[in-house]
């Protein structure tokens, strides 16, 4: 499964324990935009509970959306960066 | 169709105006996220033509991933902030 998972984190200490932390499961493509490929139900649920620990809950938010391979396919990108290749990731 | 927008703006003068766009076409879910609800086709490619004249093209980034019904359901958010509400934009 692909997820893409971004965050606005008022603390700088906390925000790079959480970037420490996404780093383990995917790939930085903005400053709070992560693009994580490769995840089961298993590693999603193990990064949302390690972030949830990590996060203020009255000022902080962290955004979960799966991307399935048709929504994958029609990323696009203006400036900067580039769209995901869904054959790398062998997308099911 | 509904699109998540995200970007990394360098200039405070640019991030300001494509703030102020991207208002026009949806909501502001995190500092550099956008939930764009109701998008056809054409309001894409207007969203997409006006961001792309606004941005430095060395330095900033906009990402546009479009939602499927089926993705759209699976957002999960952790803190602050409420997953989209599927059936209220009746998508197809």
């Known amino acids: 499964m692909f997820y893409l998972v971004s965050f606005d984190i008022s603390d700088d200490r906390i925000r790079y324990r959480v970037v420490k932390e996404l780093k383990g499961y995917g790939y930085r493509v903005q400053k709070s935009v992560f693009e994580c490929p490769s995840m089961t139900e298993k590693r999603f649920l193990r990064l949302k509970d390690r972030l949830e620990m990590l996060i203020d809950w009255t000022t902080d938010s962290v955004r979960y959306y799966r991307l399935c391979r048709g929504c994958l396919r029609d990323v696009e990108v203006s400036g ?6 869904v054959e790398k990731y062998g997308m099911v």
Do not use: E, T, Y
């Not at 900067?80 to 290749?85: E, F, I, K």
């Open 80 to 85: 900067l960066g580039s769209a995901p290749d």
